[in-house]
């Protein structure tokens, strides 16, 4: 059986004040003042988070202390003033201040749109798991592609203030790998994330039942064929509804990627679309997280069936 699925956030209106926060990695500041600049072009109030510009005295990989951006990211989710939560990019972190943040608040203050990628697939499986909240799978705001795609940039903002224009997601690229339809709850992000993440406390304990999206960045074939199998040997596919598969950039040729995704894939009998548009390519659509859908990885699109945000 499907679990019910999380709740929708309100979407967004011009004049709303909007938190940017670095969850994970450190940033390029000029990068996040184009941000900025984008999120007032879409009438939004940014606010950027205190340590938004940080970097960790020690370990350059962190944008501050994990005790920063845990308290960077609370204090904007739990403020009723903040209407939304951009993840500024994405890196690496995410994981070392998710156990740090008061669960208890976050289920208590009212839900938001909670925006990014990458490293960001650690909180959108928290927030689903822990607060029972959807999320948005979408560019970071100092992210190249968001600053350098207008497609990407409208693609979100459709799906931020006017969500019922993008209950249909689909990508010219996309096709099957194995044909066929289903209905599920979307859930997924980054593959390497969601296979670190086996054995995290109250981590999802299964995909099942769920329409699966997978992507990821700077992993070679051998490398994503490790992840994949770490989550087939531990059952976290057993059961899982379907899966939708987006960029795979820098990660070799796409043919040598190709053959692990559909050898590793191909065996669990349902239907996986590849090439679908999201993640870390030239070109990234905004997936809602913890919504019902229906993936037809024949025809190449996932169709929503309720808005992402209400």
Known sequence: MTAAPPVRPPRLRPGDRVAVVAPSGPLV????????????????DPVPAPHVRGTHATL????????????????????PSVKAVFAARGGYGAQRMVDLLDWDALRAAAPKPLIGFSDVTVLHEAFAVRAGVATLHGPAVAGEVFLKDDAT????????????????????????LVPGRVRGVTLGG??????????????????????????????????IDRALTQ????????????????????????????????????????????????????????????????????????????????
Request: proline letters at 7%; charged letters at 20%; hydrophobic letters at 45%.
């Open 29 to 44: 500041p000029e990068r996040l003042d184009r941000g900025l600049d984008v999120l007032r072009g879409w009438d939004l």
């Open 60 to 79: 350059g990989y962190l944008a501050a202390t994990d005790e920063e951006r845990a308290h960077d990211l609370q204090t904007a989710w739990c403020d």
């Open 153 to 176: 940039r409208a693609h979100l903002w459709r799906t931020l203030f006017a969500p019922e224009t993008v209950r249909t997601l689909a990508a010219p690229s996309a096709r099957p």
């Open 190 to 223: 980054c593959l390497t994330m969601l296979a670190t993440e086996l054995g995290a406390p109250r981590a999802r304990p299964s995909a099942a039942g769920g329409l699966l999206l997978l992507e990821d960045v700077g992993e070679p074939p051998y490398r």
């Open 231 to 310: 989550l087939l040997r531990a059952g976290w596919l057993d059961g899982v509804a379907g899966i939708a598969l987006g960029s795979w950039a820098r990660c070799g040729p796409y043919d040598r990627v190709r053959e692990v995704l559909l050898d590793r894939l191909g065996g669990l009998g349902v239907p996986v679309a590849e090439e679908c548009g999201f993640g870390h390519g030239d070109t990234a659509l905004t997936v809602p997280l913890g919504v019902p859908a229906e993936l037809d990885a024949t025809a190449g699109t996932l169709v929503l069936q309720t808005t992402a945000t209400v």
